[in-house]
């Protein structure tokens, strides 16, 4: 009711102190026989049960001002007169439940209830019920009670209960116990009819569905056909997760990222995958959190330098190696995971290797982590280097003492050792920040022929930061003083190709290919 405070004074004293108002409006809106009705109604109650009829004594309804001035009288006893019977009239019984007046309903459904259950079996109780208007709950319980055997009800009978009943009254029938009425009333169709009708939260609703045994996919279909799911990609979803994992998968790759962002948010489709595909979901899953391929890049590294001093003439060494790492690419961001076990070649190394870890993991992660982006006009995301030192698929020896040239590699790392060599600290620290270049994909930069150094810096010879030397029989060597993966610090993009490659070679149908941009 509105706050009287906020009326204007006049108004509220008209309509609160004026009957005559009130007269002449019941007898423009109900006639004369109306107010008649009303000018009677407190002076002669016996008038009023006469006009009911049924020769039982009228009951007088209780004073309210307030209440319409043609409300009808009272018929409980005549409800009561009926369910005394030897042989109750149980039609009679029904119809007089329909032709009650909003007071008498809210009486019996207050008290009446084993009286009624004892006298009208299932069927009758659906007809009384959906006379009497009670709160659903109450409805089913009296089914239930009356009837002998309510899996014999269809749900078809009690819909209309379920599809009149407002949101509080079907939130209130939200327990396992009516749980338990609507399982038996309810087979694996009309469960799904059911819970459109109750309008569940996806949660409770899948629960009950599993009760029933009535598979999640056919539940979020109905749902979604009935109007309770209507995320936009939802029927188009389950379909694909109707034909298995793999088309599943690829129609989460295909669609847009506002549209998946849309689904993701709808917990069905999880549970739909979870439900439906167990264990070979998990790709479809991670489709659905945004993953558009995922999988182990291979380099074979082989590369030709030439070593020794400009004293002599130069020679050919030969180095290569097997490189793996992980890639993901995400809707948001290129992951790539590359894991190194390291074995100490000796015990002083075994020693010092826990502190070398750090200091090389936080070095490694300094130089390479958070640089580059990778970009294709549709979208540009973070290139992110998960880098671990105590597992993966690239072995590692780490060695003590004093290294030269080439006995550090990209399969051989020294430890630092502050006490012993203390000269090569800061170099022996710094150098895995080159080799985990190797590890994912790169080769040297430095000590190349010219086809060689062009090739793999994709840089003429006379760039800046480009060094030549020349030996005694004239072969001259080249290497870029300025790159990482030569003998400097920078990183370029370069450094990132193979995995560019790999992405390129992982994308969406009809996708532009990425490049990486710092
Ligand atoms: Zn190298």
């Known amino acids: 009711m509105a706050d009287a405070r906020v009326l204007p004074a006049p108004e509220r004293a008209t309509t609160a102190t004026a009957p005559e108002q009130l007269l002449l409006s019941l007898q423009r809106a109900a006639g004369n026989r109306a107010v008649t009705r009303y000018l009677q109604r407190d002076d002669d109650p016996a008038d009023a049960g006469a006009t009911a009829g049924a020769g039982a004594a009228p009951v007088r309804q209780e004073e309210d001002a307030e209440a319409p001035p043609d409300r009808p009288a009272s018929r409980l006893a005549e409800l009561d007169e009926m369910l005394d019977r030897f042989n109750t009239p149980e039609d009679e019984v029904i119809d007089l439940l329909g032709a009650m007046g909003p007071d008498d309903k809210r009486t019996v459904i207050d008290s009446y209830r084993d009286r009624l259950v004892g006298c009208l079996n299932g069927g009758e109780m659906l007809r009384a019920v959906a006379n009497l208007h009670p709160p659903l709950r109450t409805a089913l319980d009296w089914i239930d009670a009356a009837a002998l055997f309510t899996s014999a009800i269809d749900y078809s009978e009690i819909q209309g209960l379920v599809t009149r009943a ?91 990222d506002d549209t998946l962002a849309d689904l993701r948010a709808e917990p069905a489709a999880g549970d739909v995958i979870r439900d439906e595909l167990g264990t070979a979901g998990a790709p479809v899953l991670s489709a659905l959190a945004g993953e558009i391929s995922s999988g182990e890049a291979m380099i074979t590294n082989s590369e030709d330098l030439l070593a020794g001093d400009t004293t002599g003439p130069f020679t050919l060494m030969h180095f290569g190696g097997d490189q793996r790492f992980n890639v993901t690419y995400r ?10 076990a390291l074995t100490a070649a000796d015990d002083r190394a075994r020693l010092l290797l826990p502190a070398a870890k750090n200091i090389w993991l936080g070095r490694i992660q300094a130089a390479w982590g958070s640089r580059f982006q990778l970009t294709n006009g549709q979208r540009t995301i973070p290139l992110r280097f998960q880098v671990s030192l105590d597992a993966g698929p690239n072995q590692v020896n780490a060695h003590s003492g004093h290294w030269a040239w080439p006995k550090l590699n990209a399969g051989n790392w020294f430890v630092p050792d502050h006490e012993q060599v203390p000269e090569q600290e800061e170099a022996v620290s ?72 790999w992405v390129n070679q992982n994308l969406r149908a009809n996708e532009p290919a990425f490049s990486v941009v710092a």
Not at 213 to 232: E, M, N, W, Y
Not at 479 to 494: D, F, H, K, Q, V
């Open 166 to 256: 407002d949101s509080d009254e079907r939130e209130a029938v939200g327990t396992n116990h009516y749980r338990d009425i609507f399982v038996k009333v309810c087979d694996n169709s009309t469960m799904i009819t059911a819970l459109v009708d109750l309008d569940f939260p996806w949660e409770k609703a899948r629960q009950w569905a599993r009760e029933e045994g009535t598979g999640t996919l056919d539940l979020a279909r109905g749902l979604a056909r009935g109007g309770r799911i209507t995320v936009s990609d939802m029927e188009e979803f389950l379909n694909a997760v109707g034909e298995g994992a793999n088309v599943a998968r690829e129609h989460l790759r295909g669609l847009d």
């Open 331 to 340: 809707r948001n961001g290129v992951d790539v995971a590359v894991g190194v």
């Open 430 to 501: 710094q150098a895995p920040v080159h080799e985990f270049g190797h590890l994912i994909g790169n080769v040297d930069e430095y000590s190349r022929t010219a086809e060689h150094y062009v090739q793999v810096t994709r840089q003429p010879l006379t760039s800046r930061g480009t060094v030549a030397e020349t030996d005694t029989a004239g072969v001259t060597r080249y290497t870029n003083a300025l790159s990482l993966m030569g003998s400097g610090t920078t990183i370029e993009p370069r450094h990132c190709d193979a995995i560019l490659r």
